[in-house]
């Protein structure tokens, strides 16, 4: 297939470049269940080059100096979306979608806040978003291609949560725990239980359920087959590239 040289002149016809085709996977789900090894786990499966996780932790708001104090208290909501800087995060994608590049912040847990240093994104092909509440906001669904919900046991959530917090988050197992009940608990039953209905795939039991992850892996390759044949046949209709024989 060759591309016509006129192709970049034209301004007539309706063309849209590749990076439109810019693939958007939500995983959401509890805290612990697993949200982050499925988004691997699938990264790993597709093998494509330009497939990227972007983690909605780095969208937390910033914290005033009160908030912050009350954080370190482990007394501090992070669990609802009003602590989601949601409009940050349509901008960002919505900037991926027309090809820009987008600074991502980076998020320091046992800080509580967001780092100096950003780190650029430059036209991914795919984007995996993965948060507890990554099928929270209507403007972020109707961006996504596929949308996934990993359920865990809560009893394994938790286990695994405070095993990750104490080793990587810089936090102590009292204040853990206090969190998981004081909101992360109330928060899922609000707020992330209730986007289960509206995903497209239920992964229970998470990262040990190889069934489902490769029905994901084969669900996302459909899609972007199914894309880039109708990408080819954008640019057959524009004559852009020699019709199919
Ligand atoms: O990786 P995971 O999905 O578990 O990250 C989300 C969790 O991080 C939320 O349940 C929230 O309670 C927690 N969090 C926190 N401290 C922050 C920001 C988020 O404990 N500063």
Known sequence: ES????????????YSPPWQDLSIIGIAGSSGSGKTSVAMEVVRSLNL???????????????????????HANDYDF?????????????????????????????????H??????????????II????????????????????????DMDVCLGRRILRDVRERGRDIEGIVKQWFDYVKPSYTRFVEPQRPISDIIIPRGIQ???????VVKHIQRKLQEKSEHHSEELRRLGLIAAKV
Not at 54 to 71: G, N
Not at 113 to 124: D, F, W
């Open 79 to 111: 669990d609802c979306p009003e602590s989601i800087d949601f409009d940050l995060l349509v901008d960002t994608l919505r900037d991926l979608k027309k090809g820009k590049k987008a600074n991502i912040p980076v998020y320091s847990f046992a800080d």
């Open 49 to 71: 080059p330009w497939v990227v996780i972007l983690v909605m932790d780095s969208f937390y708001k910033t914290l005033s100096p009160e908030e912050h104090h009350r954080a």
């Open 3 to 14: 591309i016509s040289p006129f192709y970049s002149m034209s301004t007539e016809v309706q």
């Open 129 to 152: 978003l993965e948060g507890i509440l990554a099928l929270h906001d209507p403007r972020i669904v109707e961006m996504l291609d596929v949308k996934i919900f990993v359920e865990a």
């Open 113 to 126: 806040q967001r780092q100096p240093q950003t780190t650029t994104l430059y036209s991914p092909r795919v």
């Open 209 to 215: 359920n190889t069934t489902a992850i490769d029905m």
